[in-house]
């Protein structure tokens, strides 16, 4: 066992630090680098930073490590700029008491009505009437990186 290790079980052991069942708790010291880079995560830091910071050699091990919350996924959704297909900036309230019912049907909507570039903005229990001709109909929601306005055809 290493000395780091050492010391720890003889902290905790001096502290008498039980569980909610009243047993002696042992904490192993990797647990640590998970509570460390989802704070991270949560607090903005870029995954790139948080990468170098765990010494890892790619994203998807430091994706392993760093979970983003709910609640970090949600500040970010209220403050992204909503653009419409015409690439108009669409509002919605998400103050009040209704802010948490428009982010569980953003959230179901997203989860019922995922396209390969975005999301379909029709309420849920309407059909749509446009055929998948999603790149032209009104209430289709993409990145704005993703609208043809914005982006290069390359041609």
């Known amino acids: 066992m290493s000395t780091y290790r050492v010391h720890l079980a003889q902290w905790l052991a001096d502290c ?14 990797h647990k640590w680098r998970h509570t460390f880079a989802t704070r991270l995560i949560n607090l903005d830091v870029p995954q ?3 990468r170098h910071l765990l010494d890892h050699s790619s994203h998807a091990m430091t994706a392993h ?3 983003l919350h709910e609640s970090t996924v949600r500040r970010h959704w209220e403050q992204a ?12 309230d998400t103050d009040g008491q209704l802010g948490d019912a428009v982010w569980l049907k953003d959230r179901l909507a997203r989860t019922k009505q995922s396209l390969p570039n975005g999301y379909c ?3 849920l229990k309407q059909t749509c009437p ?6 032209t ?18 041609a």
């Open 16 to 29: 008498d630090v039980r569980d909610e069942d009243g047993r002696a708790v042992w904490v192993k010291p």
């Open 48 to 50: 790139d930073v948080v």
């Open 65 to 67: 490590y760093a979970r």
């Open 81 to 92: 700029r909503k653009v419409g297909i015409s690439g108009q900036t669409v509002h919605l």
């Open 121 to 123: 903005g029709l309420p």
């Open 130 to 135: 446009h055929a998948n001709d999603c790149l």
């Open 137 to 154: 109909c009104p209430v289709s929601s993409r990145p704005r990186s993703s609208c043809p306005s914005t982006t290069s055809t390359g």
